[in-house]
């Protein structure tokens, strides 16, 4: 089970931090990543980590803000947004899947809505 939290509104400029929360299995066997969604946009990647950790991926619209790592002794995934702008506006959502983290995600949890506007 995948529980994200930490959404709401921000300012542009402004910062949050989301959290996904792992249950259910062995986290550091999984490799791990956020995605998110805008209305009437479809489901964007927006960053992957391997199992361990020592590799993170993000894609072309977050790189160099936003900053995704994990803790597995805690079992949780984080994502660090900064510099954040209204087309961040999106439910955030974490997601699992076992091997490397290319492919299709296996688990997927309820998601966390982002929202970036003055």
């Known amino acids: 089970q995948l529980v994200e939290s930490g959404g709401g509104l921000a300012q542009p400029g402004g910062s949050l931090r989301l959290s996904c929360a792992a249950s259910?299995?062995?986290?550091?066997?999984?490799?791990m990543a956020w995605f998110r969604q805008a209305p009437g946009k479809e489901r964007e990647f927006v960053a992957a980590l391997t199992s361990g950790g020592i590799n993170t991926f993000y894609g072309s619209s977050v790189k160099g803000r936003f900053t995704a790592f994990r803790d597995n002794a805690q079992n949780t995934l984080y994502l660090r947004m900064n510099s954040l702008k209204p087309e961040d506006t999106a439910v955030y959502y974490c997601?699992?899947?076992?091997?490397?983290?290319?492919?299709?995600?296996?688990?997927w949890g309820q998601g966390t809505q982002v929202s970036v506007s003055s």
């Open positions: 997601a699992a899947k076992r091997g490397t983290p290319k492919g299709q995600y296996e688990y």
């Open positions: 259910g299995g062995t986290f550091s066997d999984y490799s």
